[in-house]
Every structure is written in structure tokens, then in C-alpha cells.
């Protein structure tokens, strides 16, 4: 890695949050004898990157960002079995609903208690709805082997380089993927496979 660029990683080192695995992706982009960084810093440039001191140490923010979406996968993925859960649960209170408020032996009171208590779960169900497109878009369904934060980081990464490039840069999402997880390697057809939740 360059100078230019371990004094901007040292300087994210220095402000990034008490994280030990936001620390670990910054070490493991310090040491990578590869020079990933530099090298789509390069292809930055050429598609016209003003290159700073200033631009750098926000490209390696943004690399950050992109490290971040791959640790709030797994969390995605929970809340997305959750509310799947809350559906299920509303579609069986519908049901409830429907034979309670038919039935002249249930009291008053008892039919308003069910309709709040359905109430509550379609109110929550439509904030999530209304939410749920931005979890969608990183959540990654398959965990072979402990590969969904992997994954979620190729395509965030895919992400990132297509809206600073216009291009699909499978390459640098290669080489930034394996400086990140060195424990196995990535290949172009698992960057493109990655990216294929992605709505440009």
C-alpha cells in the first residue's frame, strides 16, 4: 500500500468505533501485500478522481461502509424471518377475526379487544413493508458455510464501485473481497453471482 493511502487507513484506524472487526478489515487492508486499494484507486482515477489527501480518506470510509452493510447482514436476515413470523401470525388472527366477529355468543368488549390486537399486527407489519426494500436489497438468503456476510460485502462493494464508475467492476470487488476474508478465496463468477440483488 501506498504512503498516501496507509496514512489514510491509519487515520480511519485511529477514529473507527470501537469495533475489533471494523479494526481487523482495516489492519487486513494495511498489510495486503496485493495493494488492492491502490490499485482501484488507480482505476478511480483514471475515470477522472481528483486524487487528495481529502478523497482518499473518504474512499477508505466508504470501503468501510461497504464492510459494515457485510456485519448487518446476518441482522437483516433475522429481522426479515421475523416479520415473515409476524405475517404468518397476522394471516392466522384474520382468521380468528373473521369466526369471532360471526359469532353472536362472543361479547362486544371480546370483538374490540381481537380488532386492536389484529390492529397492532397490520400497523407493524405496514412499517415494515414500507421499510423493507433497503434490507432486501443486502439480505442474502443462502449461509453456506458462514458465507452470507461475504457475500452481502462482494455486492455492496459491487455497489459502491458501479455508482462511483458507472461500471460493474468485478475485478476490484475480487481483490478488495479477498484482502478482506483472506480465509477464502473469491472468484469473478462469485462477484457477479453477488451483485445480482442489486437494482441499479
Not at 498489510?31 to 474512499?59: M, T
Not at 409476524?86 to 371480546?110: D, M, P, Q
Not at 453456506?144 to 455492496?156: L, V
Amino acid at each position: 500500500m501506498s504512503r498516501y493511502f496507509k496514512e489514510a487507513v491509519a487515520a480511519a484506524l485511529a477514529a473507527a468505533p470501537e469495533s475489533d472487526k471494523i479494526r481487523l478489515f482495516l489492519t487486513r487492508l494495511f498489510e495486503d501485500p496485493n495493494c488492492c486499494v491502490d490499485h482501484i484507486w488507480e482505476g478511480y482515477l483514471a475515470k477522472g478522481q481528483k486524487d487528495g489527501s481529502a478523497e482518499r480518506v473518504d474512499f477508505i470510509k466508504n470501503l468501510v461502509r461497504v464492510f459494515c452493510a457485510s456485519m448487518n447482514a446476518e441482522d437483516s436476515a433475522k429481522i426479515l424471518d421475523i416479520a415473515r413470523s409476524l405475517k404468518r401470525i397476522a394471516a392466522e388472527r384474520y382468521k380468528s377475526l373473521s369466526k369471532v366477529l360471526a359469532n353472536e355468543s362472543v361479547a362486544a368488549e371480546e370483538k374490540l379487544r381481537l380488532l386492536e390486537r389484529v390492529g397492532k399486527s397490520i400497523r407493524l407489519i405496514a412499517t415494515f413493508d414500507k421499510e423493507k426494500h433497503v434490507l432486501q436489497r443486502w439480505h442474502i438468503r443462502s449461509d453456506r458455510d458462514g458465507t452470507r456476510s461475504r457475500t452481502a460485502f462482494m455486492r455492496a462493494a459491487a455497489n459502491l464501485f458501479h455508482r462511483e464508475t458507472g461500471e460493474w467492476r468485478d475485478d476490484w470487488v475480487v481483490d478488495l473481497t479477498n484482502a478482506a476474508y483472506p480465509d477464502a478465496e473469491a472468484t469473478i463468477d462469485m462477484a457477479r453471482s453477488a451483485r445480482r440483488g442489486i437494482r441499479p
